[in-house]
């Protein structure tokens, strides 16, 4: 090139930052001279990318908060149309966040700018009309799930499968030893993990019910300990606060931003829904998949939801293994009952967890390569395999 590869991008949180960084890195490892700049975290700019704002500006959750910001969004947005379109990138990558990204990526493809979209939204479970509006506004999207680019080529939009980066990053076998030993607990002992959600909402609404049927667990197995973990020590005092609740549950311990560390040391999980599901799946831990909302949302819900499981893992394996109870079925009871089942039954357990590696398997593509690949491929930049490297052949 007469010039250096200039490649816009915006990710809007933490994940998309690690994505972001990644593919930034992979693209420098064939163009090093190449400039990335629009809106990211620190571990993008760790990569040299310019971030124009702080990417917590676009770090919001909920309805209510997102209005309350609304104003500041679009004029963040309409400056960062004008500034690539005045100085047009090679290509410009959004990283999630599609209720920023699309828009955005609209206005830049009709101006004539390569557009991708990396993550996709979760159009296949539900306002799938959505699909329309991706293929007006994007060139390509890079999808991080098999079903995915199904989805998509029989919607006639072009995309490519890269697979998930936490299967590249989570090894195929992750002893329990270490995690313990971190945690300080003993490696003889029988542990329950409960993690019930990384925000505010869902931690109210879950830890109750994770907390009783923490009790029923108990009583069944005395001697078995209790792991909980908490985002932030936020979230972990809104779980001290209800755990006050239960003077009965005996030996439970609160963990604070180790999250991976407690599904690991743990010989059985209850998880709220989320991509949280996935990472407990590349672990090789067997779970319980529970979620609460209220009333009025999950009638709505029900009518817009195309899919039959909120699990990933069920999600993606061809026979669904992680039970999965949602509202009233989300009860101490019945949750107690199926998590007993993978503490006493190793069958149930090598059944689950061969099901996850599987999944593992065939997630684990080496996502930040491909992705550079696919994004350098759609303005017609070559990929140079390294010397000595085999061509890298997709599971």
């Not at 990710?11 to 972001?20: K, N, P, V």
């Amino acid at each position: 090139m007469s010039k250096p590869l200039r490649i816009g991008i915006v990710a809007g949180e933490a994940s998309g930052d690690i994505l972001g960084a990644g593919l930034i890195e992979a693209i420098k490892a064939h163009y090093p001279d190449a400039t990335f700049e629009g809106i990211g975290g620190s571990r993008m700019m760790a990569e040299g990318f310019h971030s124009h704002v702080p990417m917590e500006r676009l770090s919001v959750m909920g309805l209510f908060e997102v209005l309350s910001r609304l104003f500041e969004l679009l004029k963040i947005r309409k400056n960062l149309v004008r500034h690539f379109i005045d100085n047009p990138p090679d290509v410009f990558v959004g990283i999630d966040a599609p209720d920023f990204n699309l828009q955005l990526e609209n206005k830049l493809k009709k101006a004539g700018i390569k557009t991708i979209q990396y993550v996709s939204p979760q159009v296949w479970a539900w306002r799938q009309n959505r699909v329309k509006h991706i293929a007006e506004s994007v060139n390509q999207v890079l999808a991080l799930l098999p079903f995915e680019q199904t989805f998509y080529r029989d919607h006639q939009v072009p995309v490519t499968f890269v697979g998930h980066p936490l299967a590249d990053t989570i090894d195929l076998e992750t002893p329990q030893r270490p995690a313990r030993e971190r945690l300080e607990l003993a490696a003889d002992d029988k542990i329950l993990a409960l993690l019930p959600g990384s925000r505010s909402s869902e931690v109210k609404k879950l830890a109750a019910t994770f907390l009783g049927t923490a009790l029923h667990v108990q009583r069944q197995m005395p001697n078995c300990k209790i792991l909980i973990a908490a985002l932030t020590e936020k979230t972990s005092a809104l779980i001290a606060e209800q755990l006050a609740e239960f003077p009965d549950l005996k030996h439970v311990q609160i963990s604070v931003g180790q999250s991976r560390d407690v599904m690991a040391a743990a010989d059985a999980l209850l998880v709220a829904s989320g991509t949280v599901t996935l990472e407990a799946a590349l672990l090789k831990r067997p779970m319980v998949v529970a979620y609460k909302v209220s009333k009025m949302t999950y009638r709505i819900a029900r009518k817009m939801i195309k899919v039959d499981h909120i699990a990933l893992a069920n999600l993606l394996s061809k026979k669904p293994m992680v039970p999965e109870f949602i509202q009233d079925e989300a009860s101490p009871e019945n949750l107690s009952q199926a998590l007993l089942t993978y503490m006493n039954d190793e069958k149930a357990v090598k059944a689950q967890t061969d099901t996850f590696m599987d999944i593992h398997l065939q997630l684990r593509q080496n996502a930040s390569a491909k992705a550079a690949e696919a994004v350098l491929g759609e303005i017609g930049l070559p990929v140079p395999a390294p010397e000595g490297e085999a061509e890298h052949v997709a599971v």
